[in-house]
Nanobody, 123 residues
Framework: QVQLVESGGGLVQAGGSLRLSCAAS????MGWFRQAPGKEREFVSA????????VYADSVKGRFSISRDNAKNTVYLQMNTLKPEDTAVYYC????????????????????WGQGTQVTVSS
């Protein structure tokens, strides 16, 4: 029901940083997922619209940070200390359920998706 547009992907060296942005209006739980070629789409992080609570996959905890600016209708994913294994297409997604439910359901819990932005980390 909501159109999402990601930006900020690119090519960086290992150890570098990128910040992804997602333009999205509405009171949704927002999440980031990623998918490498031949692999399943996996959960990266999510943030609640109401409380601002955040959750992270163990693989990115301590390196990535999700945030949102509701006034600007924008969600961000700050990615630091990037590793080659972070290489993937990153997708912004929106869920109408709360944070806990959306996280539990994973991909199935998010009904709206952006087109994705490529993140490539070279060694």
């Amino acid at each position: 029901q909501v159109q999402l547009v990601e930006s900020g992907g690119g090519l960086v060296q290992a150890g570098g940083s990128l910040r992804l942005s997602c333009a999205a209006s509405g009171r949704y739980t927002m999440g980031w997922f990623r998918q490498a070629p031949g692999k399943e789409r996996e959960f990266v992080s999510a943030i609640s619209w109401s409380s601002g609570r955040t959750v992270y996959a163990d693989s990115v905890k301590g390196r990535f940070s999700i945030s949102r600016d509701n006034a600007k209708n924008t969600v961000y994913l700050q990615m630091n200390t990037l590793k080659p294994e972070d290489t993937a297409v990153y997708y912004c997604a929106a869920a109408q359920s709360g944070l806990a439910t959306a996280q539990t359901m994973g991909v199935r819990g998010f009904g709206s998706w952006g087109q994705g932005t490529q993140v490539t980390v070279s060694s």
